[in-house]
């Protein structure tokens, strides 16, 4: 089946620093991927839609400076999370649609920002 | 505005025990509704699409079963390892972007 791949799956970054979390589909291409972030206890909450080759769809309230989105090829998603303060911190997943419309989620990357 | 409320929020259950998680919505034409089982700390991990209503798909122990205004996950003689939040989720005509419901977590006592 379709596997997508996100790393780190954990990272600790000190305030003012910016983080990557990459995100690939395995064994598909990947038109589309989606960006979402979890709260405890909360639903997953649609950060961006991330289009190959064109730029990131920010949802209303997601600021797209400190969000960065990258689609640079069908198989790999990049989100850089830039000047992070404890308030990114975070459970971040990333998915991607299979061509029979499946959403194919990644493990997820946990992120504390001291 | 799509929606999506699930219920209970937890639900407890003895082992053999068998009951229903509730999702209910409200979109602008459904292109397709999906469940999606999460352990903790780690993503989604896909269970059913249904198209429409009075379909239904069944994997083991659970099958799922969708009306024009919401779909039951039944679980049939849930064991331990059924324990996790079920999440509920909503594709619009059109739209590729899933709305998600809050989740319910389920746990099963032996």
């Known amino acids: 089946g379709a596997v997508v791949s996100q790393h780190p799956s954990r990272v600790i970054c000190k305030s003012g620093t910016s983080v990557k979390i990459e995100c690939r589909s395995l064994d598909f291409q990947a038109t589309t991927m989606f960006w979402y972030r979890q709260f405890p206890k909360q639903s997953l909450m649609l950060m961006a839609t991330s289009n190959e080759g064109s730029k990131a769809t920010y949802e209303q309230g997601v600021e797209k400076d400190k969000f960065l989105i990258n689609h640079a090829s069908l198989t790999l998603s990049t989100l850089t999370v830039t000047s992070a303060h404890p308030e990114d911190s975070s459970f971040y997943i990333c998915?991607?649609?299979?061509?029979?419309?499946?959403?194919?989620f990644g493990a997820g990357s946990r992120l504390t920002v001291l | 505005e799509d929606q999506v409320t699930q219920s209970p929020e937890a639900l407890r259950l003895q082992e053999g025990e068998s009951s229903s998680l509730n999702c209910s919505y409200t979109?602008?034409?459904?292109?397709?509704l999906f469940w999606y089982r999460q352990d903790p700390g780690k993503g989604p991990e896909f269970l059913f699409t249904?198209?429409?209503a009075g379909e239904e798909k069944e994997k083991e122990r659970l099958k799922a079963t969708l009306t024009k205004k919401e779909s039951f996950l039944h679980i049939t003689a849930p064991k331990p390892e059924d324990s996790a939040t079920y999440l509920c989720a909503v594709q619009a005509s059109g739209s590729e972007k899933l709305v998600f419901g809050k989740g319910t977590k389920l746990t099963v006592n032996p």
């Open positions: 998915s991607a649609l299979t061509g029979a419309n499946v959403l194919t």
């Open positions: 249904l198209y429409s």
């Open positions: 979109v602008s034409g459904l292109r397709g």
